[in-house]
T-cell receptor, first 114, second 114 residues
Framework: DAGVIQSPRHEVTEMGQEVTLRCKPI?????LFWYRQTMMRGLELLIY????????DSGMPEDRFSAKMPNASFSTLKIQPSEPRDSAVYFC????????????FGPGTRLLVL | GESVGLHLPTLSVQEGDNSIINCAYS??????FIWYKQESGKGPQFIID?????DKRQGQRVTVLLNKTVKHLSLQIAATQPGDSAVYFC?????????????FGKGTKLTVNP
């Protein structure tokens, strides 16, 4: 089992550029979550999907952030335009059955916006 | 300048000692709790869970205790090893009917000294 796969692992970009983070959940999992982790705010849930449908996006900071899940095996988190305050580690996680059950996290994407 | 961020509780122990990490929760209706471990540069990983109809659950070298009266959880690690050095989070899934979000505590940083 490959686990949750995220790419890229590291991203350095300049302010104003578009950033796209990618996630492949564990096969068979029907919930997918995007989190952001910073020293200031800890681990924050941004959005989660169930069966490819966004269920709760109340954690998305602003309109510059968008997430999609076109199929059960792929999701993207896009930031456009990026700002230095978006610098963080972004995690994708997946689970099966309910969002309250054990979530399996990917290795994260470390984003630095200059 | 002075850095500002989350003040993570820290615990430093000697290799071979037992470790106890504590977590308080606020919702008396919470019925399920999960402990995650996050090693440096990695995503959180599931360690152990406990349901509210239990007071204690044991895993391999780990034990979780639940005190519903004072809304307190503890994670005990026996014979702590250097590989146990990580940040430990307790997560409190909402009870039935609540918002379907897993809320992570700010974490406790465990350092194991050889």
């Amino acid at each position: 089992d490959a686990g949750v796969i995220q790419s890229p692992r590291h991203e350095v970009t300049e302010m104003g550029q578009e950033v796209t983070l990618r996630c492949k959940p564990i096969s068979g999992h029907d919930y997918l979550f995007w989190y952001r982790q910073t020293m200031m705010r800890g681990l924050e849930l941004l959005i989660y999907f169930n069966n490819n449908v966004p269920i709760d996006d109340s954690g998305m900071p602003e309109d510059r952030f968008s997430a999609k899940m076109p199929n059960a095996s792929f999701s993207t988190l896009k930031i456009q335009p990026s700002e230095p305050r978006d610098s963080a580690v972004y995690f994708c996680a997946s689970s099966f059955g309910t969002p309250k059950e054990t979530q399996y996290f990917g290795p994260g994407t470390r984003l630095l916006v200059l | 300048g002075e850095s500002v961020g989350l003040h993570l509780p820290t615990l430093s122990v000697q290799e071979g000692d037992n470790s106890i990490i504590n977590c308080a929760y606020s919702n008396s209706a919470s019925d399920y709790f999960i402990w995650y471990k996050q090693e440096s540069g990695k995503g959180p990983q599931f360690i152990i869970d406990i349901r509210s109809n239990m007071d204690k659950r044991q895993g391999q070298r780990v034990t979780v205790l639940l005190n519903k009266t004072v809304k307190h959880l503890s994670l005990q690690i026996a014979a702590t090893q250097p590989g146990d050095s990580a940040v430990y989070f307790c997560a409190d899934p909402p009870p039935k009917g609540g918002s379907e979000k897993l809320v992570f505590g700010k974490g406790t940083k465990l350092t194991v000294n050889p």
